[in-house]
């Protein structure tokens, strides 16, 4: 499996990810990239560090995300849920291969994930047939208020999934000292594990 990790700048986040695979599990594939990444920039020198506290080196060059790059891979993780939005925005034929790290390795928010889905078409379908069949008997304004009346609740019970839902985002340690650095290196470490039981 070719795996591509993906941050902002490819210099701190997703290059760790990518050293800590490489080292747990050599015979992976594995990149990373960034969604504003330079072309050859070295990792951080803090993210350096971490890891050679973990006895792992990273000799690492920035590199942008390309179309090329989303072809080779077979799955794509984003270090946030925001670099996957930017990544269906940006590249949106390869967006079944994007997921956030941590929603990828997580079985708890299935259950919810699906959940969330149907109430979003539920959502649709009751505001489409609202549209149709007020739209001769109301003007705008009066439409859209009455519109928001009938949708409140299936709004109020969309809000109140995605509030359940886990945070996807790995923080990031950029400016901060060694400490935030191995704060983060310690959380993905334990995604990276997970990710590799599920990939065995």
């Known amino acids: 499996m070719k795996i591509l990790f993906i941050c902002t700048g490819n210099t701190c986040r997703s290059p760790m990810a990518e050293a800590l695979i490489k080292h747990k599990f050599p015979e992976a594939e594995v990149q990373s990239a960034g969604i504003f990444a330079g072309k050859n920039q070295r990792a951080n020198q803090t993210a350096i560090e971490a890891l050679e506290l973990k006895g792992i080196a990273l000799d690492h060059c920035s590199q942008p995300v ?33 997921f956030t790290l941590k929603e990828y390795v997580s079985e708890a928010d299935k259950k919810v ?14 505001r489409s047939i609202f549209i149709q069949e007020n739209q001769q008997k109301l003007d705008n304004p009066k439409l859209e208020q009455e519109l928001e009346k009938h949708l409140q609740e299936d709004f109020e019970h969309i809000q109140l999934l995605e509030s359940s839902l886990i945070n996807y985002d790995i923080s990031d340690p950029f400016g ?5 650095y191995k704060e983060t290196l310690n959380e993905l470490d334990k995604y990276i594990d997970s990710l590799i039981k599920k990939i065995k």
């Not at 994930?113 to 009751?126: G, S, T």
């Not at 901060?176 to 935030?180: K, Q, S, V, Y």
């Open 66 to 98: 390309t179309d090329k790059l989303l072809h080779w891979a077979d799955l794509v993780l984003t270090m946030t849920t925001q670099h996957k939005q930017s990544l269906i925005l940006q590249h949106p034929k390869f967006q079944e291969k994007y």
């Open 113 to 126: 994930w699906n959940e969330l889905k149907q109430a979003y078409a539920n959502y649709e379908a009751k």
């Open 176 to 180: 901060g000292d060694l400490r935030i």
